[in-house]
């Protein structure tokens, strides 16, 4: 764990950006922050409240699907504000970043199983 008194050796480098840039950046982790703890409520809801699916293991596997996808965005949401706080700093373009990609296509691919779902087994 980081000693939290001191501020990452980057923090130093180069100029201080316009704080509504930092407050922007700031607001982007809080927003992936609020995604990935949403992915792991739904993983929840899935695994505790919806009833069993018809193929054995789906639900499971779907729960799966959204935990691991909520645990990767929280770990990686730090590092993406840091990356764009210390190119800020030093005048450097913008990284870019995966995070979109994975959570957009584990979403779609949730999205698509139950709609195959509701499709082809019909209360």
């Known amino acids: 764990m980081p000693d939290m008194k001191r501020r990452p050796h980057w923090y130093e480098e180069g100029q201080e ?23 792991l409520a ?5 695994a505790q409240l919806v009833p069993p699916f018809s193929v054995a293991g789906l639900r499971t596997g779907l729960a799966v699907l959204l935990a691991v996808t909520g645990t990767v965005l929280a770990a990686f949401s730090y590092r993406r504000w ?11 373009p ?12 584990a979403a779609a691919l949730c999205g698509v199983v ?3 779902l509701v499709l082809t087994h019909p209360r």
């Open 42 to 46: 739904g993983a929840v809801a899935l």
């Open 17 to 39: 950006p316009d704080y509504r840039f930092t407050l922007a950046n700031e607001r982007t982790f809080l927003a992936w922050l609020r995604t990935a703890l949403a992915l």
């Open 114 to 116: 139950v709609l195959v």
């Open 82 to 92: 840091a990356r764009v706080q210390r190119a800020m700093r030093n005048g450097r």
């Open 94 to 105: 913008l990284p870019m970043t995966w995070l979109p990609f994975v959570v957009g296509w």
